[in-house]
């Protein structure tokens, strides 16, 4: 295969993900092989390719193509999730842009329009990790609303409502105004806002004891709520309020009487002590409310608007209520005083509006009992976290776990089936025909007819189809024997988010433990978030995120898959900047080169012997690649795949291209070896298959360039290098390698300090104790002359220290001496200033004895540093002035 001088993606990369699918190497069926399982988390199905998607699926993607080529059956499950609430606001949204009102439309004219505009934009976001180069297994692809995930969440329902594990009541639930629906605890984020504190007069009824104008004074920072005031609370330990013990007040603007109650749950130290209850607006108030008997008011519409409760102020938005009632409260002196007050206020996850706590009558699934064997996998570490920091997390909330609200007011979604009966009540069954069955028996009429029957409006929380995910994508839920479910179940890794812990990874493993006894899968790595050079967290309303398929035209695949994992260990958030792509297509084009390089050495007749210098290097790469390949392994293995890329790169980079190809390169104009180059043709080989799960497209191009290749070969199901035992001659020579490497360091060192053109030959001189063995590579390395085992060094001669050997290369010939004297006498200047400055650190007995221990060893190594440089300098500095 001809290769072009420079590496063009656009080239590369369609052409060989085609061929890749063309011969279904993405595909699993079960075997005799060990499986590899990982399904992906299913992103919104109108959505598109963010920053953090490319961070996620490219380290699953590397860890999939890395398990097929280490012999596994690998089977990564693409899909999408129908996302509730974010689909039904676009399609509502997009239907106000033509003039139609959802309310205007019925529940299946409105479907029709979901289903069209889900249809029309979903998959995207498939066809876009295509771009990447996922290899998800394409003939797998789920979605949580098709017809088998759909009856999977229908008939989990059942069955949990069965088990007595799903209730339906009126209770507390966070209301989202945006959405018109509740949400879990769990889709609400608490952000600190700059708000009021408002001190408002409540006047005491009068009894005769009390004067016209007394007043409690109550501190609420949610004025519009006061509609709701069912009563004010006070603690009965709270001496400055035992004056309104058994008494009432009217509440302002509403005119209504409350009596005062008596609760240690009030903080006698905030505000006035005095609160105001608000049963249907405030999850305290709500308790209180039950405690006490009170009344509960709902004053707010499902749009956040204020209902009938709300007097003239009926009809209009909650915080447009908030600013008019304060200037009526001022108006009518009913306002003591504000103060700026800072609280913690929840949003809506999905809508980022201000949630409205809202009592509501919603369905529930009791977690406690369900989560302790989900709690016990993670402790015991049958279930791993990647990093283990996020064990603490989990355990919290797990161990605090509330009821979870699975309803959502929505039409899109899957709908609850729970029948309402004609006289009350209602059923639950998984089909419309067992609802009817039940329903005859429930109500002893026979002659119950379908239509008789009323299904629940509300739909399931999207996260409650997502939890079944690693079993339903298998069908494991309606057929819980199958074939792919008993062979690929339990998954191997999955790759996701720490802010989803919760909403997914905990609630994901309870199911798998309620409907499969086991963990759902082995480990959790957890990602970090992409944030830009501000440390802002990347989104498009901040306008602050690249687009991703722009990226990858423009360094190539290889190169923003690479660019996102230089700087990306596990857990850590990603401070991203273009210039890591830039620096991806920066080694792609290093492999291009270095390949270029290789393939156009012309081969030298077969009784043309190796050099000693390329035999010595073929044995010193073939023990540090060898052990390179362990390192990586052990990264792999430990989930330090950041790290594991990094050793790749620099075994290529640094080892491969800057020492090797070096070694081993023939003279301008010569050929090279067979042996040596049939050698280097193997270690590039191995070095693909390293690099192939980070940088797949480059890596099949070269691979299939490397050699003759049959029809259906490809470097993604080649072997993975595996390391093996070191031996005691591979680890010597890699040992005696870092002292040649510092020779050759500081000869090239000694040439650009001393400008010294690479053309000119120097001569080196060694101690007794120096090596021979390497001569020939050193003298190539750094075009020596010769090497001469001398007992002085020469005058004139530049000295350096290797281990404790001392190294000499005589100048006098290639330099200035009366510049190589003032610039030794000023370098002695500095380093005797600098090892003054140690000494008094040192000879200070308080920061010897208080430092770290540490810290004073690091400074003693820079006192003999810099006192052995000091006696080189010296005594160069006497050569020369001989």
């Known amino acids: 295969m001809e290769i072009e001088s420079k590496y063009d993606p656009s080239r590369v990369e369609g052409k060989w993900y085609d061929y890749w699918v063309e011969n279904r190497f993405f595909h699993s069926e079960p075997d005799g092989r060990e499986p590899f399982t990982v399904v992906i988390p299913p992103p919104n199905v109108t959505g598109v390719l963010h920053m953090g998607h490319m961070l996620n699926n490219t380290i ?5 193509r890395r398990a097929r080529m280490t012999g596994k059956n690998a089977c990564w499950v693409p899909g999408t999730d129908h996302a509730s609430i974010a689909t039904e606001a676009k399609v509502v949204a997009k239907l106000a842009s033509e003039g139609i009102e959802k309310s205007a439309l019925s529940r299946d004219e409105f479907l029709t329009h979901a289903w069209d505009w889900t249809h029309r934009h979903g998959g995207i976001i498939l ?13 797998r692809t789920c979605f949580t609303m098709d017809a088998k995930r759909s009856e999977s969440v229908i008939r989990t329902f059942a069955d949990l409502y069965e088990k007595g594990l799903i209730y339906r009541g009126v209770r507390m639930v966070n209301w989202d105004p945006a959405a018109r629906t509740a949400l879990s605890d769990e889709e609400v984020i608490y952000r600190e806002q700059q708000g009021k504190l408002y001190y408002l007069r409540y006047r005491i009824v009068s009894d005769g004891a009390a004067g016209p104008d007394e007043y409690a004074v109550v501190a609420t920072t949610r004025p519009e709520t006061i509609f709701g005031d069912t009563a004010v609370c006070i603690n009965p330990n709270d001496p400055k309020n035992a004056h309104l013990k058994g008494r009432k007040v009217i509440v302002p603007v509403a005119n209504r009487e409350v009596p005062i109650i008596e609760d240690e749950y009030v903080d006698i130290e905030f505000g006035t002590g005095c609160l105001k209850v608000t049963p249907a607006h405030d999850v305290n108030d709500y308790m209180l409310g039950e405690k006490y008997g009170l009344e509960t008011v709902d004053i707010f519409n499902g749009d956040g608007t204020l209902n009938a409760h709300g007097l003239h102020y009926a009809g209009m938005d909650r915080f447009e209520v908030r600013r008019e009632i304060e200037a009526e409260l001022e108006r009518t002196g009913l306002m003591e005083k504000t103060e700026p007050y800072v609280n913690k206020v929840g949003f809506s996850e999905r809508t980022h509006v201000p949630i409205e706590p809202k009592l509501s009558m919603q369905w529930f699934l009791k977690m406690e009992k369900l989560a302790r064997p989900a709690l016990d996998a993670v402790e015991d570490d049958t279930i791993r976290f990647h990093p283990a920091k996020f064990k603490n997390m989990y355990r919290h909330w797990m161990e605090n776990v509330k ?17 309402y009966l004609p006289q009350g009540g209602y059923v639950v069954a998984a089909t419309p025909e067992k609802a009817l069955q039940l329903a005859r028996e429930k109500t002893g009429n026979r002659s119950l007819q379908p239509a008789d029957l009323r299904q629940d409006e509300d739909v399931l929380d999207t996260w409650f189809s997502s939890w079944l995910w690693p079993i339903s994508v298998f069908d494991g839920i309606n057929e819980p024997d199958n074939r792919d479910i008993t062979y690929y179940y339990p ?16 609630r994901m493993i309870i199911s798998g433990f309620e409907y499969r006894h086991l963990p759902c899968f082995r480990n959790v790595y957890f990602t970090g978030i992409v944030r830009d050079k501000q440390g802002r967290k990347m989104s498009k309303s901040l306008g602050n995120s690249p687009d991703p398929i722009e990226l990858m035209e423009k360094y190539g695949a290889d190169g923003v898959r690479m660019g996102m994992l230089l700087s990306s260990p596990a857990g850590n ?25 290789v393939k156009g050495w012309e081969t030298a007749s077969g009784d043309t012997p190796q050099p000693r210098s390329a035999a010595i290097a073929v044995r010193w790469f073939g023990a540090q690649l060898n052990r390179a390949v362990g390192k990586i392994d052990d990264s792999f293995g430990k989930y330090r795949i950041s790290e594991a890329l990094m050793d790749v790169y620099k075994l290529f980079w640094d080892d491969f291209s800057s020492w090797y190809l070096e070694m081993i390169k023939p003279g301008y104009q010569q050929p090279v070896d067979r042996k040596s180059l049939e050698a280097t043709l193997a270690f590039f080989d ?5 690099l192939h799960p980070f940088m797949p497209f480059i890596t099949e191009e070269l691979w299939q360039a490397l050699a003759d290749r049959r029809p259906g070969e490809s470097i993604m199901i080649s072997d993975m290098p595996l390391p093996r035992a070191e031996t005691r001659e591979e680890a010597g020579i890699l040992d005696d390698f870092g002292d040649v490497r510092d020779v050759i360091a500081n000869i090239r060192s000694i040439r650009l300090q001393k400008n010294i053109a690479q053309k000119e030959t ?21 075009n020596l002359s010769a090497i001469e085992k001398t007992p002085e060094k020469t005058p004139g001669s530049v000295s350096f220290l290797v281990g404790t050997r001392e190294y000499a290369v005589p100048l006098l010939a290639n330099i200035n001496a009366d510049e190589e004297i003032a610039r030794l006498e000023a370098e002695i200047e500095y380093t005797e200033g600098f090892l003054a400055s140690v000494m008094k650190k040192l000879g200070n007995a308080k920061f010897v ?18 006192q052995t440089r000091l006696s080189t300098l010296h005594e160069n500095l006497a050569q020369l002035k001989k």
């Open 60 to 64: 699953q993607d590397i860890l999939v």
């Open 573 to 597: 958030d990603l401070p991203f900047e273009e210039a890591l792509c830039e620096q991806g297509r920066n080694f792609s084009n290093k492999i291009w080169n270095a390949f270029r390089l």
């Open 849 to 866: 004895a208080n430092a770290n221990p540490d810290v004073v060893a690091n400074e003693r190594k820079k006192q003999s540093d810099a």
């Open 491 to 506: 998954t191997n890794d999955l790759i996701t988010a720490p802010e989803i812990i919760f909403f997914w990874v905990a």
């Open 403 to 419: 009821d979870w609200c699975i309803s959502r007011q929505l039409w899109w979604g899957h709908r609850i089936p729970a029948y």
């Open 686 to 690: 191995s070095l693909l298959r390293l």
């Open 762 to 782: 120097l001569v080196l001189q060694v101690p007794a104790s120096h090596d021979a063995a390497y001569d020939t590579v050193i003298s190539k390395m750094t």
């Open 127 to 139: 066809e876009q990790l295509k771009k990447l180069g996922a290899s998800c297994d394409w003939d």
